[in-house]
């Protein structure tokens, strides 16, 4: 049995009439933990208050599946009584650090003693207020720290590509120029003809120039790759399955390569040869570069959307364009939207800038774009929608997925509130969208949902 002095260990407790701590003591439910028990789990129902008198017990709470402690009580301490004001799921898991010796007071027990005396309900919501606003900053802090993990990881892989094609062109075009310029110090070597020479360069200058301009479309390309290889193949050229890609991607016709083989059609010389494979290197080398180049510029615009999005380099507020952050926004996303995911936008281009705080709006668009990935499961539309109402600017985000229920769309917003499985969502990705939107931004919003469009709308001032 509860023993009256150790109750009284607690402040808490102290408030109290001795005839409510006998009252308490004749209730309390006694508890045996062994070091690596488990109290309560994260996601469970409301259960009981709990006393520890002896012993400590370790908080933790998941975050992308893995385990985070975050604190720890030590007797003589009290823990339960959130959930059970809330009538709310266990928001931590509880676990002994140590053999503990632990007693439980009933719910509605609890909830009695609350109503009943005044300077224990004080201490109550004071412990709680403490309590949540610890939970809100860790949770806050992991948040953000998985936010920048998930887009660093995706900046990761939209960068794998592009860097990937920058070093294969930097190593091909290597040993390419080398070859190019051999075959000029052969060619240099024999009496040419000067007017020949410029009917191979303007070939090779107009090729340059639509492969600089983004080439010729596939289907053309492989239509005139077999008219090449079967042209290439009767003049007896060696590997001529090699040379009709590039010399097609240089938009070269087998006309083309008549008039410039006349004059050589019966030279038992080298050049007879080499000035096609010339050509088709000099088409290759130069597709290499521009690959090399759309690599470079990838990975620049990767690297400029990313220091855009953080607003590097500027003050805490800024005139933003509210285009460019969602724009910014969704590049970083990208390895996840190309997969299934449509992107609707009804930009009002005429809308105008507004003074914000750049870095922290745009994690209003990462978690509303984000939540709606989820619910999509990675496959539907998004539909970004802006407009400008009076002194607002209006921001619409619409998803294609399954809707939020009717009977919890009244608490998305609540913190810790979520329809996640549990270590999947926190529960304050909504609210910082709210205080960033209502308390940082002086703005409105809102959300309407039903089976296959859920859509929140946002209003922020332009002044």
């Keep these: 049995m509860l023993c009256a002095e150790e109750l009284l260990r607690l402040e808490l407790f102290q408030h109290l009439p001795q005839t409510r701590i006998d009252w308490i003591c004749d209730r309390a439910c006694p508890l045996e933990l062994s070091k690596g028990d488990t109290l309560v789990t994260e996601g469970d129902p409301p259960r009981g208050f709990f006393v520890i008198l002896a012993g400590s017990i370790g908080i933790s ?70 309590r949540i606003k610890g939970l809100e900053s860790f949770i806050q802090n992991r948040e953000k720290m998985a936010a920048l993990g998930n887009l660093a990881a995706g900046l990761a892989h939209e960068l794998n590509n ?18 190019l310029q051999r075959m000029n110090l052969v060619y240099g070597q024999h009496n040419v003809d000067e007017e020949h020479t410029q009917q191979w360069l303007e070939v090779r200058d107009r090729g340059y120039d639509i492969i600089m301009k983004g080439g010729l479309d596939s289907l053309a390309i492989s239509d005139r790759e077999e008219e090449l290889l079967d042209w290439l193949e ?20 087998p ?29 290759d080398v130069m597709s290499i570069i521009q690959a090399g180049l759309r690599g470079a510029e990838r990975i620049s615009a990767l690297i400029s959307s990313m220091k855009s999005y953080s607003h590097l380099d500027r003050g805490e507020q800024q005139v933003v364009d509210i285009h460019e952050g969602i724009e910014d926004t969704l590049r970083l996303f990208s390895y996840k939207l190309k ?25 209003v668009w990462t978690n509303l774009i984000d939540n709606a990935i989820y619910a999509m ?21 619409s998803d294609s997925g399954a809707g939020i229920p009717d009977d919890v769309r009244s608490r998305i917003f609540e913190p810790f509130f979520t329809t996640k499985p549990v270590g999947k969502g926190s529960g304050l990705g909504l609210d910082i969208v709210r205080r960033v ?14 089976p296959g469009n859920t859509t929140f709308t946002i209003g922020l001032p332009i002044n």
């Design 61 to 130: 709470r998941l975050s992308n599946g893995i385990a985070m402690p975050i604190g720890q009580h030590d007797a003589p301490a009290f823990v339960g009584e959130i959930p059970v004001l809330t009538e709310q799921p266990v928001p931590v898991t509880l676990c002994a650090l140590t053999d503990c010796r632990v007693y439980e007071i009933a719910g509605e027990d609890f909830l009695e003693l609350v109503h009943e005396c005044r300077d224990f309900e004080r201490t109550i919501f004071r412990t709680v207020q403490k």
């Design 162 to 179: 592009p860097a990937a094609a920058l070093v294969r062109a930097l190593k091909d075009v290597t040993p390419a120029l080398l070859e």
């Design 234 to 253: 009767d003049y007896e050229v060696e590997e001529a399955w090699k040379l009709a890609e590039p010399l097609a991607a240089g938009d070269v016709h």
């Design 255 to 283: 006309e083309t390569l008549d008039t410039l083989m006349e004059r050589w059609r019966n030279d038992p010389t080298e050049l007879r040869e080499m000035g096609i494979h010339w050509l088709a290197l000099s088409f």
């Design 339 to 363: 997969h299934g995911i449509e992107i609707k936008r009804n930009y009002d281009r005429n809308i105008p800038k507004i003074t914000a705080y750049g870095s922290e709006l745009n994690q």
């Design 377 to 397: 499961d990675n496959d539907g539309k998004i539909e970004i929608t802006t407009s400008s109402y009076k002194d607002r600017v209006m921001v619409t985000i």
């Design 437 to 450: 939107v209502e308390n940082r931004h002086k703005g409105t919003i809102s959300c309407a949902s039903e």
